[in-house]
T-cell receptor, first 109, second 120 residues
Framework: GQNIDQPTEMTATEGAIVQINCTYQ??????LFWYQQHAGEAPTFLSY??LDGLEEKGRFSSFLSRSKGYSYLLLKELQMKDSASYLC??????????WGAGTKLIIKP | GAVVSQHPSWVICKSGTSVKIECRSL??????MFWYRQFPKQSLMLMAT?????????EQGVEKDKFLINHASLTLSTLTVTSAHPEDSSFYIC????????????????FGPGTRLTVT
């Protein structure tokens, strides 16, 4: 079956670095997406990885290892506004997104 | 670019009535649109996938006669919740897929802002 696993909740301190892990199993693979979702709002796109390695985009970076079925989202210099849920989604061979349950990130001052 | 709108943003209706939610891609053509439902503190649940000009494909457990989807054009899809009941109260989100996204990779989904439905 298809499955996306990520931690339910994480807590980090303002200004620090946090890594949110995601493991995936999909039927075929066409990339791994990370989305940010604030409470009561729709998800917004953060990153897309289809090749192995690290993609850096400002304070956010995303990593993919296809052989391990593993990805992580790295958030640096955390700000209070980064408090949100982070959704990991794998795209299968039919170009459908398989969603994880999301990781709620709590930022403390 | 790649903006998706939804209307209405929120709606309150009485049990037994029907509600229509519109999803529009404003600056690109979306051959495929997706409808999701999200209950509080839960992840997105895909309800159905609709392709322009053809019948929607519903996920297992989603009643197609209750959740009517019409994708009449490349920029508009509608979801009608028929005979709504309190258990249908949820956050409904649509997304539209651009074959080649703005960032240059294929099949990225752009999300609308969501519609919060409350059935009393």
């Amino acid at each position: 079956g298809q499955n996306i696993d990520q931690p339910t909740e994480m807590t980090a301190t303002e200004g620090a670095i946090v890594q949110i892990n995601c493991t995936y199993q999909t039927s075929g693979f066409n990339g791994l997406f990370w989305y940010q979702q604030h409470a009561g709002e729709a998800p917004t796109f953060l990153s897309y990885n289809v090749l192995d390695g690290l993609e850096e985009k400002g304070r956010f970076s995303s990593f993919l290892s296809r052989s391990k079925g593993y990805s992580y989202l790295l958030l640096k210099e955390l700000q209070m506004k980064d408090s949100a849920s982070y959704l990991c989604a794998g795209m299968d061979s039919n170009y459908q997104l398989i969603w994880g349950a999301g990781t709620k990130l709590i930022i403390k001052p | 670019g790649a903006v998706v709108s939804q209307h209405p943003s929120w709606v309150i209706c009485k049990s037994g009535t029907s509600v229509k939610i519109e999803c529009r891609s404003l600056d690109f053509q979306a051959t495929t649109m997706f409808w999701y439902r999200q209950f509080p503190k839960q992840s997105l649940m895909l309800m159905a996938t609709s392709n322009e000009g053809s019948k929607a494909t519903y996920e297992q457990g989603v009643e197609k006669d209750k959740f009517l989807i019409n994708h009449a054009s490349l920029t508009l899809s509608t979801l009608t919740v028929t005979s709504a009941h309190p258990e249908d109260s949820s956050f409904y989100i649509c997304s539209a897929r651009d074959v080649v996204g703005l960032a240059g990779f294929s099949y990225e989904q752009y999300f609308g802002p969501g519609t919060r439905l409350t059935v009393t």
